[in-house]
């Protein structure tokens, strides 16, 4: 008779067990204000389509203090999320060889986020300025 | 022992299934010289104070693959872990995550060996070379393309690092699909199609969420998360029926 009885431990709480898994977690969470965010502006797109009083409303309900703090959350939770978004972007691709040698993964995640700021101050310029 | 100063608390778990009902930390004190390893830690226990704990091992030198434990929570290989980087605190010994206890810090493995023979882990040609046409050739640049998932050694920390595999024990996991992808990215093989199966199975490479951990721990470098995320878009191609014509070698089943 076989003597095996294998113990298996449970999952539990998983992700606490290790700060990796935990910054994975809130890797993946920062998305959800990516996705309230999005919603934000279909709802603004929409009232755009109402008439001007419409837009006006909603433009108004954004400057309460609720929704000031939402954005700085929100701002504080995207940028972590490009951050860590271009830092895995590398290991979706195949390997890339430039004069025999191989493109290091970094200078890959590099390229994403200068892409990104560069970006994002286009966009700030043109959003306060134009 | 004589060059031994100092004494280091190793806490292990302990798990005897003839008389356990689960597992419980036990504490030994083990006198440690600077240059003493988790393993060596662990068979001066065996050896000197509890003749008991069992655990595996093999050739103390990082190749075999034997060693790897949970050690502080971090899958590691008890060979290549000094007590001096734990000393003065205590150090935690367990066995690898995910994995179900055997005994002590030996875990159960029978679902990866599967695993791994299910990826086909050799070179499958498309139609076998004979002596008269000679070796295969290939370039030190194709050989790039493959040599580090080559470099796997079944030490299984990658799977203990993978919460993935906790929660879902059907996924292929870190080094089976890693290898699977060293074996698909050989100039020499065609066999992408018999692994196909398997690879672009839900349980395959989209079981993975890309959490990265099984990169971080791997000892000998295979980045099993690159191999595993970059056939997410290969088995995307396969789906739409157009991978066999980016494929320029072919296909063998």
């Known amino acids: ?46 009232r755009l389509s109402q008439g001007e009083a419409a837009y006006g409303a909603w433009l108004a309900a954004l400057t309460g203090p609720l929704a000031i703090v939402f954005h700085w959350a929100a701002l504080l939770a995207v940028c972590y999320h490009a951050y860590t978004w ?40 043109l959003a306060r300025w134009w | 022992m004589a060059e031994s100063t100092r004494t280091i608390e190793i806490e292990v778990l302990r798990y005897r299934p003839e008389q356990d009902t689960e597992p419980y930390y036990q504490t030994f004190s083990v006198p440690f010289a600077d240059d003493w ?26 190749i075999c693959g034997s060693c790897g434990y949970m050690i502080d929570g971090v899958p590691k290989l008890g060979c290549r872990t000094f007590l001096r980087n734990y000393y003065p605190n205590k150090v935690r010994v ?87 992808h060293r074996y698909n990215a050989d100039s020499r093989d065609q066999g992408w199609e018999a692994r196909s199966e398997v690879v672009n199975a839900q349980d395959g490479v989209w079981r993975c969420m890309l959490v990265g951990y099984c990169s971080e721990v791997c000892p ?21 029926g157009v991978l066999k014509f980016l494929l320029p070698k072919g296909a063998a089943k």
């Open chain 1, 86 to 125: 271009w830092k895995v972007m590398p290991k979706t691709m195949p390997m890339l060889h430039v004069g025999g040698r191989r493109i290091p993964e970094v200078a890959l995640s590099a390229v994403g986020w200068a892409a990104t700021l560069g970006l994002s101050v286009v966009v700030y310029a």
């Open chain 2, 220 to 240: 000998k470098g295979v980045d099993p998360a690159h191999a595993i995320n970059q056939n997410k878009v290969n088995s995307t191609l396969d789906y739409f």
């Open chain 2, 94 to 180: 367990g066995p690898l995550e995910n994995f179900p206890i055997e005994r002590d810090l030996v875990v159960g493995i029978d679902d990866f060996i599967g695993k791994l023979e299910g990826i086909k882990p050799y070179i499958i040609p498309k139609e076998p070379r004979t002596p008269e046409q000679g070796e295969y050739l290939q370039t030190p640049a194709q050989r790039d393309q493959y040599e580090q998932f080559s470099s796997c050694i079944n030490c299984l920390l990658c799977y203990a690092a993978c919460p993935q595999y906790g929660l879902n024990p059907g996924f292929t996991g870190p080094a089976a699909l890693a290898l699977a």
């Open chain 1, 1 to 46: 008779m076989s003597a095996r009885k294998p113990y298996i431990r449970p999952m539990d709480g998983w992700w606490r067990r290790n700060p990796f898994f935990m910054r994975y977690m809130v890797r993946e969470a920062s998305a959800v204000f990516l996705a309230i965010y999005a919603v934000i502006l279909l709802v603004g797109v929409f």
């Open chain 2, 37 to 62: 390893s988790v393993l060596q830690g662990l068979q001066y226990i065996k050896d000197d104070l509890d003749s008991s704990l069992s655990f595996r091992w093999s050739c103390r030198m990082a």
